[in-house]
């Protein structure tokens, strides 16, 4: 079983920043993709942006240029630098990894932290 501990999240003013983080533990062959997901009250969770093993990166159109996603392999952490922050980058923020070994790949969620930015 594999536990994804996420921190950072809070309150925050429109043009601030937060950075988030989300630590992997447990049993762990193999981490291929790390990311982190949104879902804002209301909406469907959507993705925000992705990072593989050999550190590609992908990221939503809404956040490109304003957030910037990276990875610890050695500490199995994914972090979410967030700048420039806006009203409608409300939502709770979900860690998402893909563990894989020899014989397949598992799909796990973290608990959430909520992001609000707001004046």
């Known amino acids: 079983q594999v536990q994804l501990v996420e921190s950072g999240g809070g309150l925050v003013q429109p043009g601030g920043s937060l950075r988030l983080s989300c630590a992997a533990s447990?049993?762990?062959?193999?981490?291929?993709?790390m990311g982190w997901f949104r879902q804002a009250p209301g909406k469907q969770r959507e993705l925000v942006a992705t990072?593989?093993?050999?550190?590609?990166?992908n990221y939503a159109d809404s956040v490109k240029g304003r957030f910037t996603i990276s990875r610890d392999n050695a500490k199995n952490t994914v972090y979410l630098q967030m700048n420039s922050l806006k009203p409608e980058d409300t939502a709770v923020y979900y860690c998402?990894?893909?563990?894989?070994?020899?014989?397949?790949?598992?799909?796990?969620w973290g608990q959430g932290t909520q992001v609000t930015v707001s004046s």
């Open positions: 998402n990894v893909v563990v894989t070994t020899p014989l397949r790949a598992t799909n796990y």
């Open positions: 990072i593989t093993s050999g550190k590609f990166t």
């Open positions: 447990g049993s762990i062959f193999s981490i291929d993709i």
